[in-house]
């Protein structure tokens, strides 16, 4: 029977439930144990999709088209499990489904209340869409205390009951802060935090203290005690000097061990080879390059969280570290770029959407392609990328695009119409913005003798996007003859996926996002490119 795992949170946000949770599941595999992860989030959006990054950080896209929590790409990185529409769920989804079947008759006339039916809702979603994992980690936003949480906490604690005590397990992720003045570490934080659970019904069975120092003996007895968990349950979470040293630090400090009691299983010890491996290279690596993450969100790095990470495992793959520089496009537009993009090794403009910083991220485009410097533009910076071109390789001086109004050379424009297998999608420029883009994974075809069909070492690929407006094939003959190749497109031919410039060191534009499929042990072949363009182009500053 499938065993089910919830953590939660408490004392404070960012504490990192969802490494904990995805590291937590990769010791667990490397046991031998079969693992699925999902997010229960308690806002009441229905989705990220239409959040503001600095609100919410990146959305990350699963390829069955779910805009989802960043933490599923924690997940996603450090286990290799692919997530699905159904491992990710709001409030706002679960009030809708309630609301919809109230609407349709299914509840035959009942009043509708949060228990038994909206928690009854979250708890078919917990188990629903299930194989043969042995564990799946349930992992609950936000903060113990929150009132929005409250209905997610009352199913967890229900769950208890249907599925048994040998069963389930909670894990409660909390702080055990350094007072300098005092000279010692706090436990009543972690003991309010637990009371607070305790409160709903819900006693931890493991504690995972984060703390920046060892927590003395006689510290984690007190909490022991007061929090009535057992001394061995009491685990240390401390910090590292990165985030794939979290499963073998956890490891280290006991947790899967004492997840394995907790069960009563015995399992032989895990292997973590290939971690130990991954923390040697990230840890000692053979030399260092400078690339320049030129943006609108730069002032919240969880905005790009899985593009951060897909840089670094491209340096993993090339055995050096990837230092990047975050730079606000928006300064280019006074046509400052030089100094601000000496001496960098690439330049990469992400997605993105809006006309605010377009023309600072057009301007990095032209100094990547006059400077020969590597450039990879993602999504939106591949648009912007081919708007440089049309302007100052084509000739088309007032080329745009039409998603920041009506322009004479619209080279960028919204696609009314694609197929999505045998499906035909549509979609209006007033429609709704929630749910509406090009999501998920969708093919490419990729040109034979391009750069980035050496790369693929593969004519068909499949990676995931999330974007609205497409580069027109109308100006495809004017740019080609201009110097930049649609490398790759659409098995259809109609929307184009790929855009390189041959006679470019490298130079690539890409309408997905390939940093969603990167893992720290498979590294996207477009990053370990890049990051290779990168290290040529350091031998020459």
């Not at 046991?31 to 950080?57: A, E």
């Not at 609407?103 to 509708?112: E, H, Q, S």
Request: hydrophobic letters at 35%.
């Amino acid at each position: 029977m499938t065993r089910f795992i919830f953590i939660t949170g408490g004392v404070v946000s960012s504490l990192g439930k969802g490494l904990a949770s995805a590291s937590l599941g990769a010791l667990l595999q490397a046991r031998g144990f079969k693992v699925r992860l999902r997010k229960l989030d308690p806002y009441i959006n229905v989705d990220p999709g239409t959040m503001s990054p600095y609100q919410h950080g990146e959305v990350y896209v699963t390829d069955d088209g779910a805009e989802t929590d960043l933490d599923l790409g924690h997940y996603e990185r450090f286990t290799g499990v692919s997530a699905r529409q159904s491992d990710n769920v709001t409030t706002g989804r679960i009030y809708s489904d309630v609301i919809a079947k109230e609407r349709r008759g299914d509840y035959l006339g009942a009043t509708i209340q949060v228990i038994p039916h909206v928690t009854d809702a979250i708890k078919n979603f917990v188990t629903s869409d299930l194989g043969d994992e042995d564990f799946v980690l349930c992992e609950i936003g936000g903060t113990v205390g929150d009132i929005e949480g409250l209905p997610f906490l009352e199913a967890i604690r229900q769950l208890r009951n249907d599925l048994g005590r040998d069963n389930t397990m909670y894990l409660h992720l909390t702080l055990v802060p350094y007072i300098p003045t005092a000279g010692e570490l706090k436990t009543k934080p972690t003991q309010h935090s637990v009371k607070e659970l305790l409160s709903v019904g819900i006693q931890p069975d493991i504690l995972l203290c984060r703390a920046d120092r060892e927590i003395p003996e006689a510290e984690r007895r007190k909490i022991a005690l007061f929090c009535n968990v057992r001394e061995e349950a009491v685990i240390s979470a401390l910090d590292v000097n990165t985030i794939y040293n979290v499963p073998l630090s956890y490891h280290n400090e006991g947790l899967d061990e004492q997840v394995c009691r907790h069960f009563k299983i015995d399992t032989p010890a895990p292997d973590l080879s290939r971690w130990n491996q991954i923390s040697d290279t990230v840890t000692k690596p053979e030399g260092e390059v400078s690339i320049a993450i030129v943006g609108k969100y730069t002032g919240l790095r969880d905005a790009y969280k899985s593009l951060a990470e897909a840089l670094d495992h491209g340096g993993i793959a090339n055995n050096v570290e990837v230092g990047t520089q975050w730079v606000d496009s928006e300064i280019f537009e006074t046509g400052d770029v030089l100094s601000h993009l000496e001496g960098i090794h690439g330049i990469l403009v992400p997605g993105g959407f809006g006309e605010r910083g377009s023309e600072g991220k057009i301007a990095a485009a032209r100094f990547a392609r006059e400077r020969k410097i590597p450039y990879f533009g993602i999504c939106f910076g591949m648009q912007m990328a081919v708007i440089e071109a049309a302007r100052n390789m084509a000739g088309l001086n007032k080329a745009g695009s039409t998603e920041f109004g009506p322009c004479e050379h619209p080279v960028v424009g919204l696609m009314t119409e694609w197929l999505q297998g045998n499906d035909l999608q549509t979609r209006e420029a007033g429609g709704n913005l929630g749910g509406t883009m090009r999501l998920g994974a969708y093919p490419c075809v990729l040109e034979k003798g391009t750069r980035v069909y050496d790369i693929y070492g593969s004519k068909d690929v499949s990676e995931r996007h999330r974007h609205r407006y497409e580069v027109n094939t109308t100006y495809r003959e004017a740019l080609e003859k201009a110097g930049m190749k649609f490398s790759g497109m659409s098995p259809d031919g109609i929307l184009p996926e790929i855009v390189e410039i041959p006679d470019h060191p490298w130079y690539v534009g890409v309408q997905f996002h390939p940093e969603l499929k990167s893992r720290p042990f498979e590294p996207h072949p477009l990053f370990t490119s890049f990051i290779a363009g990168a290290i040529d182009q350091s031998r020459l500053v």
